[in-house]
Structures are given as C-alpha cells and as structure tokens.
C-alpha cells in the first residue's frame, strides 16, 4: 500500500461536506516550492476555497471523487509539482450530501478545464475489487457495529441554518449523526453500512462494495494500525483536541473489521469506473 502523507482528513473532508456555486469569480494558481510534504485543504465563508502545496492530482482526485487507482495518463508532474490555489465561487457555502457530487465538484471541474487545460474521460474497465460481507456463517455482527435507533433525518433537519458543528473529538463518543475519520480510526453514529465504502476504499487502493444485505443506520466504532503509519500528520482544527496515537501493534484493517465489525472483505473483480486523462497542461502562475 502506498505511503500517503495526511494533512489532517477532516480539511480534506470539508471539500466534500460543503458546496457552492459551480462559477469561479477569482482564482490564484503559484507554484509552490517549498518541499514540504503537507497539503492543507480549508473552506471559508462566502465561497472561497484554499489549498495550499496541493498536487494537480488530488484536485482531479477530489473533483471527480474517484481514487488513486481510478486515473490513467496522468503525467508525472501532477504528482510531483505542488501548487498554492485560491478560488472563490459566486456565492455563498452550503450544505451538500457527503459523498455525493455537488456544486465545489463542478466549480473544481471548470478551475481544472480552465487553469489546466484539462480534459479528461470515464472508462468502465474489469478490475480487482473488495466485496463488503457478513464475516460469520450465524450472521452476527461485531461489538463495535450496533443498529442505530436515532432518528438523523430530523436532526439533521432541525440543524439547518443553525450554528456549525462543535470541533471533532476523536477521544471521545461517535458522533450523534455524522462520521469522523482519522489515520488508523473511524467513529460515526447513524449511518449507512454504504458510507463506509468509500473509506475502505481509499484504505486498500480497490473499490469496496456492499454485499452485506445490512440495512438501516448504525454506530461504527473501528480502529487498526495503517500498514504504514504517517508521518507529520497535521493539526486538528482550531478549538479541537489533539488526535489520539496509533498505536503500531495493533490490528491490520482487514483483522479490525472482522474482529471489531464482524465484517471481512472478499476479493472478487467488477466494473470499475476510470478517468482516463487526455490531456492536462501545467497552469500559467498569476
């Protein structure tokens, strides 16, 4: 598994919890040639977004919400040349589904199409996946993955327009409705089995998909040691607690989820989807 140096996830996250409008009024593009090996996502009010020593590859990556192993013919300096960008949209933040494609996605697509030249196409190619199953032959679950009885449609409607979430605390209890990752950990309360795709995903470079046949909510509490644990991992947000430690002797994440879940994955093949570049130019700094 590669080696991936995190910035703190949850600025990372923000890109996808948070949308606007698809327009780029403003946009700063400079290279940045300072070595470092951390990238820092953030959001603001009123549309502006900002990353700082961040890779034309993970904006590809997070416009197009696919993985590393989902690009082709993505020339070698996307990886390797880093770059400081500024963007503010036509309007103001606004709450979107994670997970789902929203507004930043498209207003991300068009920076990438207008700055970098990019064109880019989806391609379905046969490939080695994970299939998400029950890991006991009884069907019984894990101790750390409950059914949810909390009602998070109402919460989630009586949050609206209110105040923003509390910082995450990593040290503490799973979220009410929402999910909080972490190097080595995830917590979250009230969601679906399917929300966790995507993180397996990211955690063993091949698409996961859900053939558990579990539906409603739960609370998932699941911890495991990376295979390779990173390093300068960030600074939580302002206000929040500092991140646990991993802990280097502990489970890998295929033994956490059938000891922890009672999960297990399957390797199998499917249909993946593919962005195939066609063409990405290196941005005129402004």
Known sequence: MRNVTVAFALLVALVTLFAQHDAVDVASIKPNKSGQPFVQIGMAPGGRFTATNVPARQ??????????????GAPAWTTSERFDVIA???????????????????MMKSLLADRFKLVAHMEKKEMPIYALVKARSDGRLGPQLTASTIDCATINAGRRGGPPPDPPNFNGAAPQCGMMVRPGGLKAGGVPITQITQLLSQNVQRIVVDRTGLTGNFEIDLSWTPDQIPQGRGDPPPGAPALP???PNGP?????????LGLKLESTRGPVDVLVIDKVERPTED
């Open 88 to 106: 503010k949209g036509s309007g103001p933040l606004a709450p979107a589904a994670p997970g789902t494609p929203g507004p930043i996605q498209a």
């Open 245 to 247: 430690p991993i802990d």
């Open 252 to 260: 890998s994440l295929f033994t956490a989820l059938q000891e922890q």
């Open 59 to 72: 904006l590809i990556l997070m416009a197009y919400q696919v993985q590393p192993f989902q690009i082709e």
